[in-house]
T-cell receptor
């Protein structure tokens, strides 16, 4: 049973517009969430994270929103750029971010068209 | 530059053969991990190690073995017991479990294993 779900396998967005990637989780013990970005044939790179004590975290063009009651988080990229085209993985962990055993979703492939 | 080096990048294996994937890090991280990625799937944890000479099974450890004799190194052996070994294998490291930021994993570039 998937504990972290990314229900959209792909997303296509025009350059300059907003990209919204969604992620749902089922395990109420999760209290720390991360987004990773992955290019083909490369390892994932850390993008942004959020603790369950917050509902928003912002870093430049990237903002993550957390809705604990709905067990839902989303990653907003504004404005989207062609270089943002990649697979984005949502990941979750328990124990306040002190545990490195992450549970990953299946990923969403973002395509940003010029 | 600090980072994680995985080798080889591509590897072909005949059925019934064991193969070992190398992972070396110079980040001085305490914890190391092996994940597997299949097409259309997320990353699944195979094994992890929080300290030298100690490691734990992840969600899909069957058919795999690891060792952690040095802090910098965490090799993964894919044995003939692994029923479907063709996949992209990712090694990662982080600060020790229990410390803030321990879940921000740094990944290597991956090794693609193909069984012929």
């Amino acid at each position: 049973d998937q504990q972290v779900k990314q229900n959209s396998p792909s997303l296509s967005v025009q350059e300059g517009r907003i990209s919204i990637l969604n992620c749902d989780y089922t395990n109420s013990m999760f209290d720390y969430f991360l987004w990773y970005k992955k290019y083909p044939a490369e390892g994932p790179t850390f993008l942004i994270s959020i603790s369950s004590i917050k509902d928003k975290n912002e870093d430049g063009r990237f903002t993550v929103f957390l809705n604990k009651s709905a067990k839902h988080l989303s990653l907003h990229i504004v404005p989207s750029q062609p270089g943002d085209s990649a697979v984005y993985f949502c990941a979750a962990s328990a124990l306040g971010g002190s545990q490195g055993n992450l549970i990953f979703g299946k990923g969403t492939k973002l395509s940003v068209k010029p | 530059d600090g980072g994680i080096t995985q080798s080889p990048k591509y590897l072909f294996r005949k059925e019934g053969q064991n193969v070992t994937l190398s992972c070396e890090q110079n980040l001085n991280h305490d914890a190391m991990y092996w994940y597997r990625q299949d097409p259309g799937q997320g990353l699944r944890l195979i094994y992890y190690s929080q300290i030298v000479n100690d490691f734990q099974k992840g969600d899909i450890a069957e058919g795999y073995s690891v060792s952690r004799e040095k802090k910098e190194s965490f090799p993964l052996t894919v044995t003939s017991a692994q029923k479907n070994p063709t996949a992209f294998y990712l090694c990662a490291s982080s600060w020790a479990t229990g410390l803030a930021g321990a879940n921000v994993l740094t990944f290597g570039a991956g090794s693609r294993l193909t069984v012929l």
